[in-house]
Nanobody, 128 residues
Framework: QVQLVESGGGLVQAGGSLRLSCAAS????????MGWFRQAPGKEREFVAA????????SYAEPVKGRFTISRDNAKNTVYLQMNSLKPEDTAVYYC?????????????????????WGQGTQVTVSS
């Protein structure tokens, strides 16, 4: 079992920044591909960003490219999502997800069904 705990959400004005963290349990975090997804009220969960287990490969959804940065610290079993230039449309519950045993260390994953474990989510609210 892998447990994921997100933190760092909150209320911020448009144009502001937040950094989300996701702490993972387990001794093999460095083998997990990780991702961030979000779900706004009345909408389906959508992909935000992903990072390979090595950290060398990343992928972003078009709406967040250039504003969000995903990173990881394998020594701390933590993945981060730095969110800059936030917009009201970024308001959602943000979830981190882990894929155990990715195909290779450079693999990242953009669809929810490919992930094995999920955190409980953290609310991000951006006011206009």
């Amino acid at each position: 079992q892998v447990q994921l705990v997100e933190s760092g959400g909150g209320l911020v004005q448009a144009g502001g920044s937040l950094r989300l963290s996701c702490a993972a349990s387990g001794r093999t975090f460095s083998y997990y591909a990780m991702g961030w997804f979000r779900q706004a009220p009345g909408k389906e969960r959508e992909f935000v960003a992903a990072i390979s287990s090595s950290g060398r490969a990343t992928s972003y959804a078009e709406p967040v490219k250039g504003r969000f940065t995903i990173s990881r610290d394998n020594a701390k079993n933590t993945v981060y999502l730095q969110m800059n230039s936030l917009k009201p449309e970024d308001t959602a519950v943000y979830y981190c997800a882990a894929k155990v045993n990715p195909v290779y260390s450079g693999s990242y994953y953009r669809t929810a069904y490919e992930y094995d474990y999920w955190g409980q989510g953290t609310q991000v609210t951006v006011s206009s």
